[in-house]
Nanobody, 123 residues
Framework: QVQLVESGGGLVEVGGSLRLSCAASGIIFSIYKMCWYRQARGKQRELVAT???????NYAESAKGRFTISRDNAKNTVYLQMNTLQPDDTAVYYC?????????????????WGKGTLVTVSS
């Protein structure tokens, strides 16, 4: 069973920075895509940033220029560096791994979610 564990959330002042980490554990041969989502209270979950093994990186408009996603494929870990944080960034941040191969051969990829880490930006 693959597990995703996020860390690095917390309370930060406006303009501050945080670095989130998400480590995937279990029997994993490869992970095609790792993403960060967030869900603010009373709102739908939204995609923040995406990173694929073939080098595709995408950001939500709200994250462009402030957030940076990176991966350590050897450690099955994805990071989200968040700078210039604003109160609207307050949310629970979730890690998502898609296209996960846990055995060979495997038909199709699997998807997993972490339980989330809370980021609170105080004004």
């Amino acid at each position: 069973q693959v597990q995703l564990v996020e860390s690095g959330g917390g309370l930060v002042e406006v303009g501050g920075s945080l670095r989130l980490s998400c480590a995937a554990s279990g029997i994993i041969f490869s992970i095609y895509k790792m993403c960060w989502y967030r869900q603010a209270r009373g709102k739908q979950r939204e995609l923040v940033a995406t990173s694929t093994t073939d080098g595709i990186i995408n950001y939500a408009e709200s994250a462009k220029g402030r957030f940076t996603i990176s991966r350590d494929n050897a450690k099955n870990t994805v990071y989200l560096q968040m700078n210039t944080l604003q109160p609207d960034d307050t949310a629970v941040y979730y890690c998502n791994a898609d296209g996960v191969v846990v055995e060979v051969p495997q038909f199709g990829g699997m998807e997993f979610w972490g339980k989330g880490t809370l980021v609170t930006v105080s004004s």
